[in-house]
């Protein structure tokens, strides 16, 4: 199983809402990553994950919360956004590979806030 | 981390080889270049990565000069299924995770 699934594939919310975002992965990888994605932009790293511990934060706003309950699963807690937050949401994971490293992506949950 | 530059859009013909150029003037010691290609509403996916000289695989070849200060992706007889984004990246993967930036990416419109 090569696969990253993400959930739910589309998301609309109030400011004042508060949901999550589902991230799962069954290769074994000790690495999770979420990104966002504005249309036409590329991916940009939120937070990284390494043997579930939170590695990385890019300085994001705390209405954003990850989380990694097991190495398997990783969570995007969402709380009181803005409509400039409404993006793609992309996870990643990824292993060593021979002569390199690979992330392997997720589709993406389409989050509209409203 | 090193930034990266690579054309904004290219247009080529179903058949013909494509070339898409990166440049990592300032890519450190232990960093890796990966290409990941990017379908639109889609998660990206790896292609290929080196650290120098060339790599291939089953879909394209990594061509990496030996002051690594670019890359060349290069994608033989391309379809009407090869337009998409193409990323460049460089990072390194220590302490268990990859860092990397996303460029601004090449868009590559494959035409009949």
């Known amino acids: 199983d090569t696969e990253v699934t993400q959930t739910p594939k589309h998301l609309v919310m109030g400011m004042t809402n508060k949901k999550s975002l589902k991230c799962e992965q069954h290769m074994g990888h000790r690495a999770m990553y979420w990104y966002k994605q504005k249309a036409k932009k590329p991916p940009e790293l939120m937070f990284v994950y390494s043997y579930e511990k939170l590695s990385i934060n890019e300085s994001v706003p705390s209405r954003f919360s990850p989380e990694c309950p097991n190495s398997s699963l990783l969570n995007l807690h969402l709380h009181a956004l803005q409509p400039e937050d409404s993006a793609l949401y992309l996870c990643?994971?990824?292993?060593?590979?021979?002569?390199?490293?690979?992330?392997?992506f997720g589709p993406g949950t389409r989050l509209t806030v409203t | 981390l090193a930034k990266t530059t690579q054309p904004i859009s290219m247009d080529s013909y179903e058949g013909q080889e494509v070339n898409i150029t990166c440049s990592h003037n300032n890519i450190a010691t232990n960093d890796y270049i990966t290409w990941y290609q990017q379908f639109p509403s889609q998660g990206p996916r790896f292609i290929i990565q080196g650290y120098k000289t060339k790599v291939t695989n089953e879909v394209a070849s990594l061509f990496i000069p030996a002051d690594r200060k670019s890359s060349t992706l290069s994608l033989p007889r391309v379809s009407l299924s090869d337009t998409a984004v193409y990323y460049c990246?460089?990072?390194?993967?220590?302490?268990?995770?990859?860092?990397?930036?996303f460029g601004i990416g090449t868009k590559l419109q494959v035409i009949p």
């Open positions: 990643a994971s990824s292993q060593q590979a021979q002569g390199g490293y690979e992330q392997y």
């Open positions: 990246l460089v990072g390194d993967f220590r302490g268990g995770y990859q860092k990397v930036t």
